[in-house]
């Protein structure tokens, strides 16, 4: 185990923006995040607690929060957003939601799933508005230079606004759990996670320069996803913009 853990170590940590394989990769897929029991099948189960984690920090940030319309007047940004799994449960729950995805075939499944969602094909760096709530989940591990992707949430979030991230932890008991098992069984595509892009939460509570919110998300076979204090793995973080 200690050798396995060392050879883990042994790789590098680069950033720069997504590459190639990547945004190919997420091309060959787009049509699949509707599937249930597709390459996107763990993201269907994380979603609602994801949403729940969201949903507990906005309704006291929120004064026009109702109790079916928690997040009514709210102007959403997701970026990173994929299919828009998130943005569609943000929507439902009455944001004004701007889906963001720099893979062009990302979008149009999007926009097929709800083309009342404002899903726009563009990066991050060339969003001008800002947004009461920037959420960039599961995006983290996918780019290669965290921390510039990072200052640029906050770039377009307004003063007093939140922040949501979701990543994973760089441990043995990730790379063992999402590489070697998740990616090792089948549960996901090979390919679909890179280790040294994991991110520890002492990592990103730097760069956001504190947390108003920290959860695990642990995932439990038969069972799905479920909020813990164990962050090892899968963790959501919640951030106050001053």
Not at 16 to 34: G, H, I, K, T
Not at 42 to 48: A, C, D, F, Q, V
Not at 169 to 196: C, M, Q
Not at 202 to 213: H, N, S
Request: with cysteine; proline share 5%.
């Amino acid at each position: 185990m200690s050798r396995l853990w060392r050879t883990v170590n042994k790789f590098a940590r680069k950033f720069s923006s997504v590459d190639e394989s990547e945004m190919a990769r997420f091309s060959a897929q787009a049509s699949e995040w509707y599937n249930p029991n597709g390459p996107y099948a763990l993201l269907h189960k994380m979603n609602p607690i994801r949403t729940g984690f969201i949903r507990q920090h906005l309704e006291l940030f929120n004064p026009q929060s109702t109790p079916s319309k928690p997040f009514k007047g709210l102007n959403v940004l997701d970026i990173g957003c994929g299919g828009g799994f998130l943005s569609n449960s943000l929507f439902r729950l009455g944001a004004n939601v701007t889906g963001v995805d720099a893979n062009f075939d990302n979008i149009q499944t999007a926009k097929q799933y709800n083309p009342k969602i404002n899903f726009v094909h563009s990066k991050i760096e060339d969003i001008q508005t800002e947004y009461d709530v920037v959420v960039g989940l599961e995006i983290l591990e996918h780019v290669t230079d965290p921390a510039a992707f990072v200052n640029e949430c906050f770039r377009v979030t307004k003063p007093g606004g939140m922040l949501f991230f979701s990543t994973i932890n760089r441990n043995l008991k990730s790379y063992l759990g999402t590489i070697f098992i998740a990616e090792g069984l089948g549960w996901v595509p090979k390919g679909t996670h890179t280790y040294d892009k994991y991110i520890t939460p002492d990592e990103l509570k730097e760069m956001c320069g504190g947390f108003a919110g920290l959860k695990g998300m642990e995932y439990i076979p038969g069972c799905g996803f479920k909020l813990t204090n164990d962050t090892s793995m899968n963790y959501i973080a919640a951030v106050k913009k001053e």
